[in-house]
């Protein structure tokens, strides 16, 4: 597939949601705003270490790390957007009160104070950074995760996103605490208006999944029109998905989301050798899979954001 796309969307496309959170967000939202200018992003808010842990714990606010993160990705590739994305990505450091908190979580936190909105925050530092689509929580206050934990034959409960991403043990399930929260509204009516929905890739358990236990964000999705693409992770990751196939991926994600349907698995062509076995798995969900050349060439598991633009633009450019 050709790689000859745009460093930005110059018509607006499809109407697009993507969901994740971290790196596995940024990486689908560099892609996606090369696609489409019609772009929303659903972040996770569960983060509980690092700056966003204790601005969550001084100010009780959800967590702005990963929609920061989201934010930067959708800055332009011009000066404007390459200085601020690296302004909001700062981390102060030396060892006073500011070490280790993100210039862009500090700007956010300050915008929701001054407005008491958080979606309005967000959309005032979008529109700073000129970013190419808008930012939004999954739920509209900060949210703890919880794991079942497996080792050595024994399941016991993590809590804590950071604990969930860093226990020694094989996660089993994840789910939410509240368990029933409240969803952002303007997350659940761009799901519902959308074209497609993107999920993953990023971490599955604490960071693609979560969006699925929220209930009024998965009838949302469960009742949207939209069609929808799951993109599966480049390889396992270290200490939550350790020794997952491909196929597994998508096994977790039906035993957390019977109702969840996709139309289309997009993988890696490194998952040749697993191709059978995941196409079988594929099938299974009612979906159809697409491989394609989508990491960087330099070996590491990380998507290449235009191979991944190209990819996306012929699958949500496909007649029905």
């Known amino acids: 597939m050709s790689a000859d796309v745009p460093e930005e969307a110059d018509e607006p496309g499809p109407r697009v949601v993507a969901f994740g959170g971290g790196h596995g967000l940024y990486a689908s939202l560099s892609a996606l705003r090369r696609v489409t200018s019609e772009l929303t992003a659903v972040v996770t808010v569960a983060d509980d270490g690092g700056s966003s842990g204790r601005l969550r714990g001084d100010y009780g606010v959800v967590p702005p790390g990963d929609l920061r993160m989201a934010l930067a990705a959708l800055c332009g590739d011009d000066t404007w957007g390459r200085t601020w994305s690296q302004v909001v990505q700062h981390r102060f ?47 509209s206050v ?124 997009l993988a890696d062509t490194g998952v040749d050798g697993q191709r059978e076995e995941l196409e079988k798995a594929v099938v299974a969900m009612g979906a159809r899979l697409v491989t394609a050349s989508v990491a960087t060439s330099d070996g590491s598991p990380r998507h290449d954001p235009r191979r991944l633009a190209s990819v996306l633009s012929e699958i949500f450019h496909e007649k029905r």
């Open 142 to 265: 900060p949210l703890d995760l919880v794991a079942e934990v497996e080792l050595d034959g024994e399941v016991s409960t993590v809590r804590g996103q950071v604990a969930c991403a860093l226990t020694p043990g094989r996660v089993q399930a994840i789910s939410l605490v509240p368990p029933d929260p409240p969803a952002c509204p303007e997350a659940v009516r761009a799901v519902l208006d959308a074209d497609w929905i993107v999920l993953g890739p990023g971490s599955w358990f604490t960071s693609v999944l979560p969006h699925l236990k929220v209930p009024e964000l998965a009838d949302a999705m469960h009742r949207t029109s939209a069609r929808r693409v799951v993109a599966l992770n480049l390889a396992p990751q270290p200490g939550e998905t350790d020794g997952f196939s491909p196929q597994k991926h998508l096994e977790v994600l039906r035993a957390h989301a019977p109702s969840f349907a996709v139309d289309v698995v």
């Open 93 to 139: 450091r030396g060892e006073g009160d500011l070490s280790g908190h993100a210039v862009g979580n500090l700007l956010i936190v300050a915008l929701w104070e001054l407005l008491g909105d958080t979606v309005a925050g967000l959309d005032w530092v979008g529109r700073l950074l000129g970013a190419h689509g808008r930012v939004l929580p999954m739920a």
